[in-house]
């Protein structure tokens, strides 16, 4: 299985979207709590040159947001990654 990792936020409906897609994938992730001003959220800012949350990765490439990932599936690439 590939290495996801998902920066977010509680409050955040788009967060809870894509969590679970992975959820219904059977995907486990690393989820980082990332509000505003935190450690986490510098890091997906570092990481990801977005100041938005979700910010996802899969081994370590930077997917984008929920509907970055939502397009994914839509396209039938996400299976792929999420598997490699």
């Not at 299985?1 to 059977?26: H, N, S």
């Not at 990332?34 to 510098?42: L, T």
């Not at 949350?53 to 039938?76: K, T, W």
Request: aromatic letters at 8%; hydrophobic letters at 40%; one cysteine or more.
């Amino acid at each position: 299985m590939a290495k996801i990792e998902i920066y977010t936020q509680d409050w955040c409906p788009y967060c809870v979207r894509a969590k679970g897609l992975f959820d219904k994938k059977g995907a486990a992730y690393t989820e980082f709590d990332a509000p505003n001003g935190s450690a986490a959220r510098a890091e997906s800012i570092d990481r990801s040159g977005l100041t938005s949350v979700p910010q996802i990765f899969i081994d370590g490439q930077h997917i984008g947001g929920c509907d970055d990932l939502v397009a994914l599936d839509r396209a039938g690439k996400l299976d792929a990654l999420i598997a490699a």
